[in-house]
Each structure stands twice: as C-alpha cells, then as structure tokens.
C-alpha cells in the first residue's frame, strides 16, 4: 500500500519561525481605538483579520489584548511592531520584548482553555 502523506512537504518550503503559530485561544484585540480577532499567533507575535487601519510596516504601537473567553478575563497592554499589512485583510504584529509578564499571560490563556469545566 502507497503512503501519500509520507513524502509530504510545505509547498513553500520549511517552516523557519521561531516559534510555532496556534489558532487557539482566540485572542480580540484592540489596535488603534478597533477591536479585532487574532487569526493565529505565537510566543513572537500575532495575526489579526479584518484589519483596515493606516499603520505600516515598522510602525510601534501599544495594543491592548484579551483572552476572548466566557469564563475567564485575562487581559493585558503590550508594546508590539508592525511587520506586515495586507490593506482590509490582516496585520502581523511582533512583540517588542518578550517579558516574563507576557509570557505568563499566554501560559494562564493557554492553561485555563484546557482546564475542566
């Protein structure tokens, strides 16, 4: 029998990120005075949809983001730069400076998604 999948590879090659992009949780955050929803993000950064500001590539900006969850509320500011805007589709955000502050605002996000309700 034929394996298709085990000769499977990216059609744009591998994956060079440093860190690895999830979908879930789902983070709303607000940019700019516009609330937005994350499409994935990481432990380097973010992808938000929906995007229609005027902010470009290298532009610093604080944002203001929250776990969009009806049983908890973690929420936080973070200074992050703009890496890519796709006009009225999407804007890719790097965090400034990885701090243990955020880092463990995305350990609590993550842990209390798969908490027993």
Do not use: H
Request: glycine residues 8%.
């Amino acid at each position: 029998m034929t394996s298709y999948t085990t000769g499977y590879q990216n059609v744009r090659g591998a994956e060079r990120r440093r860190d690895r992009r999830l979908p879930l949780p789902i983070f709303t955050v607000r940019l700019d005075g516009v609330t937005y929803q994350t499409v994935n993000w990481s432990l380097g950064g973010l992808l938000i949809e929906g995007y229609t500001g005027e902010r470009m590539g290298g532009d610093t900006v604080q944002i203001d983001i929250k776990a969009k969850d009806a049983n908890a509320d973690f929420r936080m500011r973070i200074a992050v730069k703009v890496i890519r805007v796709v006009t009225a589709e999407s804007i890719a955000l790097q965090f400034e400076a990885m701090s243990t502050e955020i880092y463990e605002f995305f350990e609590r996000c993550f842990a209390d998604r798969f908490k027993r309700r």
